[in-house]
Nanobody, 117 residues
Framework: QGQLVESGGGLVQPGGSLRLSCAAS????????MAWYRQAPGNERELVAR???????DYADSGTGRFTISRDNVRNTVYLQMNTLKPGDTDVYYC???????????WGQGTQVTVSS
C-alpha cells in the first residue's frame, strides 16, 4: 500500500509564501502522475496542480502564475511552491498519486494552509 505524507502547511500572512512537500513511499513514484488538491469543509476536493511522470504540468486558474508544482524522482517527493498567497487559498491541501495505466491511486492525509493577517 502506497503512502503519501504532506508537510509544509501553516499560517501565513497575505502575500506570503509556503512550500508544501509530499513524501512518497511503498510505490514506484517515478511512474505515477502526482497532483495537489484542496478542500474546504463541506466542499469537494478540487485540483490545484498536477505533474505527469514526464514532468509536464498544468494548474487550476486560481493558482496559475502563483503556484509551481515540481517533483524529485530521486527523493520521491512532489512540491507545491505557493507565492503571493491570498485568504482565499485557505484550505486543507492533499497530495495525490495515480498510475495512469492501472488507475491505482493514493491520497495523503492533508496539510492545513491558512492565509490570514
Amino acid at each position: 500500500q502506497g503512502q503519501l505524507v504532506e508537510s509544509g502547511g501553516g499560517l501565513v500572512q497575505p502575500g506570503g509564501s509556503l512550500r508544501l512537500s509530499c513524501a512518497a513511499s511503498r510505490f514506484a513514484f517515478s511512474v505515477y502522475a502526482m497532483a495537489w488538491y484542496r478542500q474546504a469543509p463541506g466542499n469537494e476536493r478540487e485540483l490545484v496542480a498536477r505533474i505527469s511522470r514526464y514532468g509536464s504540468t498544468d494548474y487550476a486558474d486560481s493558482g496559475t502564475g502563483r503556484f509551481t508544482i515540481s517533483r524529485d524522482n530521486v527523493r520521491n517527493t512532489v512540491y507545491l511552491q505557493m507565492n503571493t498567497l491570498k485568504p482565499g487559498d485557505t484550505d486543507v491541501y492533499y497530495c495525490h498519486a495515480q498510475d495512469v495505466l492501472s488507475r491505482v491511486a493514493y491520497w495523503g492525509q492533508g496539510t492545513q494552509v491558512t492565509v490570514s493577517s
